[in-house]
């Protein structure tokens, strides 16, 4: 599938495109398929665990606070006694309400797990169009919530009923703290990070201590520098002993002010601060939850690129049949190594039409190739003369040449 412009020598004239000369079967193709759909499994888990670990977390605090608040009966009158165990149930209610809705939210993930299950097991090579239409619009969906097109997102996955195949919920979750960094706010951020602190203390996350670095920075901005030294003392020193170089260098700048000259502490004052922090805490939430850093759109697309990728797709010449012509096409393959092809074939740049032993292919005197029936079907139409489609020159049909194929 990988056209390759014509032009320079019969050698380099032709289109080349990498043949799969195995054969594959739908249960294989199908097993291969779903190889690709760790993601979709692994987020709707781990958010499972989460609710259950936040669930957790909520009866152990309540039925401690409860049990450390039973009053001992030694020296307490009884109007007091009941006064004080009405409020221990009162509270014991309230926690009953707590796990309900937590058991409800449980169940919700639960059941998003199954579906995305059955989904995939529904996948065989009978439904496959209609199966990967549904991937298709996950896909979709997932780039579109990565590009903050919630609404739209949102909007698709209603109408193509697959709302418990993707996480809308989960980056609606994301929005929220990366909407406050871009408005200079990282309170959102740090009670995601107190939601999640022993699972960003088993990644080794800096996160945290960077969003605490920010908001010494603001202080020393805004001139508050007592400030800044009572919130470093609080926040900034149980990190210090990890990453003690940031550390001393973000405590400098209470000796210089944000309009600095020096590059080393002007760059800690400048606005893009905040963005590095909008990437590293995406970076961290799709680690959390299992995700890929890459949108599946991009990964789905750079898999098919690779086989097409050659160093002729960036040739002024190249086809515009070929992805690779368009601009932001090779801009998502610019990390992707060159395709090897172990078998070509050879397509004329006329007719788009493959050139083998029925239609060989005939080289013009300037080097171009094209296929016979390419250029009989021209000479045929003007009196026995072609026209170079590439260089303009005109040639009599008895001037071309045959190449052989070997």
């Known amino acids: 599938m990988e056209p390759i412009s014509n032009g320079n020598s019969t050698a380099t004239t032709a289109s080349v495109t990498s043949l799969n000369t195995t054969t594959t079967t739908p249960s294989s193709k199908l097993t291969e398929s779903l190889k690709l759909e760790h993601q979709l499994l692994r987020v709707p888990f781990e958010h499972y665990k989460k609710t259950i670990r936040a669930n957790h977390r909520v009866v152990e605090k309540e039925v401690s606070a409860v049990i450390s608040g039973i009053p001992d009966s030694a020296g307490i009158s009884r109007d007091d006694a009941i006064q004080h165990l009405n409020s221990l149930v009162s509270r014991l209610q309230g926690l009953k309400r707590k796990l309900e809705d937590g058991s409800k939210a449980e169940r919700l993930q639960a059941q998003r797990c199954r579906a995305r ?13 209609e199966w990967n239409n549904t991937r298709l619009n996950r896909i979709l969906v997932d780039y579109m919530l990565r590009m903050s097109y919630y609404d739209t997102a949102t909007k698709l996955a209603e109408t193509s009923n697959i709302q418990d195949l993707v996480d809308i919920e989960i980056f609606y979750e994301a929005k929220k703290v990366i909407d406050a960094l871009r408005n200079k706010e990282v309170a959102p951020a740090l009670a995601w990070c107190a939601d999640n602190k022993s699972r960003l203390k088993k990644f080794k996350s800096k996160f945290e201590f960077q969003l605490r670095l920010q908001e010494f920075i603001e202080l020393v901005r805004s001139e508050n520098n007592m400030q800044a030294i009572i919130y470093a003392r609080k926040y900034l020193s149980p990190w210090a002993a990890t990453y003690m170089k940031e550390f001393q260098k973000v405590f400098v700048t209470l000796a210089y002010t944000s309009n600095t000259g020096l590059e080393l502490y002007k760059v800690l004052f400048e606005p893009k601060q905040w963005d590095y922090l909008m990437d590293q805490f995406k970076q961290e939430f799709c680690r959390l939850y299992g995700m890929t ?114």
């Open 117 to 129: 299950l059955d989904h995939l097991e529904s996948a065989d090579s009978e439904n496959m169009s």
């Open 293 to 406: 850093l890459e949108p599946l759109l991009n990964i789905f697309l750079q898999a098919g690129l690779s086989a097409l990728k050659t160093p002729l797709c960036y040739e002024d010449d190249c086809t515009k049949e070929d992805p690779l012509s368009q601009e932001s096409f090779r801009k998502l393959a610019t990390p992707l190594p060159f395709s090897k092809q172990h078998h070509s074939k050879l397509v004329c740049y006329i007719t788009k039409e493959l050139m083998d032993t029925e239609n060989p292919p005939l080289v013009l005197p300037n080097g171009y190739v094209y296929s016979t029936k390419a250029l009989e079907e021209m000479a045929s139409n003007n009196n026995g003369k072609i026209t170079c489609p590439r260089t303009g020159e005109v040639y009599s049909y008895t001037e071309v040449t045959k190449a052989f194929i070997s």
